[in-house]
């Protein structure tokens, strides 16, 4: 490999999460290792079981063939204003996480030819009546374009959502509705292929060996991110190139295991139940809110795979420098020892703005001018890295050389295969939620669909007489 | 008082934190109340005092004088395009929560007329140089005021930028650049304070006895708020309601100290160091990102009022519903028994969003055509709540009439009320916040402000040498 590659790669720096570093209450430390070393052997024979058999398909995402995607984007390039994408969890978190690292910030607020005349994105992923609303009331019918994201074609947010949509273009646009609706699902069955087969309505298949929270390299996220504007192949190089790492079988030379594994060895040895990702850069915010769910879902269990009880997981969160240093720092400091802490570093921004020379005769400004906003936050950074670990509070880094397409497509999937390894360490199956069934159920019931008649029935019962305690 | 006033009061469902709903593992028991009866007693004394004596100047903001803010609002109406906010932590992130609660989404996506002939707000928190750069291009700044916020006049974030817009606007604008800024500082002292006086610049004051992160009702929050067409007077209004319903001193009648009688015994009884605040509607989800900061950075402390070292301080994490049913719910339901979950619930939204009937041969879309979003969305929650419930998890609900100005002020309010409560409870002090101070000297010391050099070179000594483990 030539060493412009390896400068492109993403690197974790886990100084600050061992023993050496931060001692060994709080620290991991070579027998912590150790003692996965067995764990790790046998998840790795797993997981490359599950690659090979085809069973789990996101291994693999990263040999998609792009031309549909990218000669559907350039189609509706020039023709539409809007890109609204009609999903939930795994059908928008990936998305956006992607589209905010690599367009701009404001890209919604740009003239389309700053926009390189790319639609605008929007991603519909709450049932909020004011907020779909208003949202429904900045776009105009005949300039969108509505992408429904859903495998199984149940998913009760995204197809009220769809309804909605199909309703207010039919009074506009009479027959011509179908031609502003994209379909993403199953391939082979659910409502959504249904009624693609008899409306002829465009539809790109989900793979069904991946799961809505590994599906961001499926149609899921590669066509909206197509149609803004991303560059989809260098995704897919970067995921490759990660997937090249993660080919190795040892924690050390493997950088989703070694996240994994700090990350269990720091929950189930060290009391660590939260896991904080803070990325120095707010482009990268939307990148922890996706981990969030990945984490949560896959490793949030109430039963392992030798059906007892164990409740694992650790619970995700987001939080943004410098912005949380005024917010959360001082918790992650001086609280309890319950965190530990992943930052995201930029090594180089697109740009470099300075701080002019202003008001020198003020003591308290005048260390600032002439210095660049990047040298400020990176010091920043440097701050809270070096507080966090003088208090004994584990941290690691993962550094991405620049943002572009390549950075985050192997930060995506090392993240993914991370989550994967991890689940074989907390021996559960990191790809279900079954957690989450009996909600749709209880909404099915309650909102009166066909067949959960007596379910309703009981929930009335049970909740009829249930006394309320208010203030 | 008129019934019609009890109407619009905001009220808290704790039946699901009770034993009697979950159990005696993870439920609240009377006999866990009667043990936090003395400090309940000893809190509110001291509460009082620190009002009484106006050390802390929180309580009283509803009495805050906005007409100068009105006056302000009034004469940028029509002058500005733009209205960003410079600040960061407590000086942004309560104009954010409530300008998003109360003001459209999509505010500044709007045509002019349709803001009602306010400004777009922008709030400024980060110093990430490509995001700053690309929000700095989407605004004209002829027709833009910048507010820069910060009581000390030294925050290192906010000061930076306020140095690169001075220095554009001076670029643009020549010696006019001075009609471009109004600034948001102490009334006495610091460097803002300084330039007001000296370059003749337009300042509000900040109330000395009020922290960053209690300030949403002074000139920190109601000015932007005001200006962004926000009926501080109801708001006000709200946040004195709730403040004579905080007078009382016992917490079954007064509902800040219940709520944070109730996160702190689930943490020191039962063992949750998680508390999750999940609004069931877009709108407030930003109020969550405003708690966050208000309660941890209060509670996060290593030190009791006593001196002794006591790691306080819970977790707070941001959570939307319904979006994070499909994210975070599956860890909720099924993960660690670690955490307790407020949900804000809005009885009445602005509008009714109808799902159409269509496609009604489809078993699957059937039983939502007629229905309503309003309908789904609570029928969510409700089910959300049966599932936590049912899974022994404590949870709680915060429900407001609908979401207006009176009601945001109560909730802002009470949550205020309940984190100094709290900190009585956990034996800190929720109005400082000595573990962030590091960090400051660090980046002083690393940026090279005077009067720090001996620290600059003993920390270049400690990390010259530092090995770092990567891969």
């Given at each position: 490999m030539s060493d412009n590659k390896r400068d492109q790669d993403i690197l974790i720096d886990f100084t600050n999460s061992l023993e050496e570093s931060i001692g060994p209450q709080h620290g991991i430390s070579p027998a912590d290792f150790a003692s996965i070393e067995q764990a790790t052997m046998e998840t790795h024979g797993r997981l490359q079981k599950l690659k090979e058999s085809g069973e789990?398909?996101?291994?693999?995402?990263?040999?998609?063939?792009t031309k549909p995607f990218k000669k559907f984007a350039s189609r509706t390039r020039e023709k539409f204003e809007n890109f609204v994408v009609l999903g939930i969890g795994g059908s928008a978190l990936g998305t956006n996480a992607i589209h905010s690292a690599l367009n701009s910030s404001f890209h919604n607020s740009l003239t389309k030819r700053k926009r390189n005349g790319y639609p605008k994105l929007l991603v519909v992923d709450n049932i909020d009546p004011d907020w779909l609303e208003e949202l429904l009331q900045t776009v105009d019918l005949k300039k969108t374009i509505f992408n429904v994201i859903s495998k199984s074609g149940t998913t009760a947010e995204t197809m009220s959502q769809f309804m909605i949509v199909v309703e207010r273009l039919k009074k506009k646009l009479k027959g011509k509705w179908k031609n502003k609706i994209v379909l993403t699902t199953d391939g082979g069955k659910g409502v959504l292929r249904e009624l693609a087969d008899e409306f002829n309505l465009l539809a790109f298949d989900i793979p069904n060996n991946v799961g809505g929270r590994f599906s961001v390299f499926t149609s899921v996220g590669l066509l909206p991110l197509a149609c803004a504007g991303v560059d989809i192949d260098s995704l897919l190089k970067g995921a490759e190139r990660m997937a090249q790492r993660c080919a190795a079988s040892s924690i050390m030379e493997n950088p989703a295991y070694l996240f994994g594994a700090l990350h269990y060895l720091a929950d189930r040895r060290k009391g660590k139940n939260i896991s904080v990702m803070m990325p120095y850069s707010s482009k990268l915010y939307s990148v922890a809110d996706w981990y969030r769910q990945l984490w949560a879902e896959s490793l949030g269990k109430r039963y392992s795979l030798d059906g007892k009880e164990c409740f694992t997981g650790q619970t995700p969160v987001k939080a943004l420098g410098a912005t949380d240093q005024h917010s959360q720092v001082q918790l992650y400091v001086e609280g309890p020892h319950d965190k530990i802490t992943t930052f995201i570093e930029v090594e180089n921004f697109s740009r470099t703005v300075t701080i002019p020379k202003l008001f020198e005769e003020k003591e308290a400004l005048k260390y600032l001018g002439g210095k660049s906003l990047n040298q400020l936050i990176s010091t920043e950074m440097k701050g809270t890295e070096y507080a966090l670990t003088s208090h004994n509070r584990p941290n690691l880094t993962i550094r991405l050389p620049k943002i572009n397409a390549h950075a985050i497509g192997q930060l995506i999937f090392m993240l993914e295969t991370a989550t994967a390894f991890a689940g074989g360490l907390y021996g559960i199956n990191p790809f279900d939620q079954p957690g989450v069934e009996f909600g749709k159920q209880f909404t099915y019931a309650k909102m009166g669909r066909e067949g959960f008649e007596k379910m309703r029935s009981e929930l009335e019962e049970k909740t009829a007489n249930a006394k309320r305690r208010t203030i």
């Open positions: 789990i398909g996101f291994f693999d995402l990263h040999k998609s063939d």
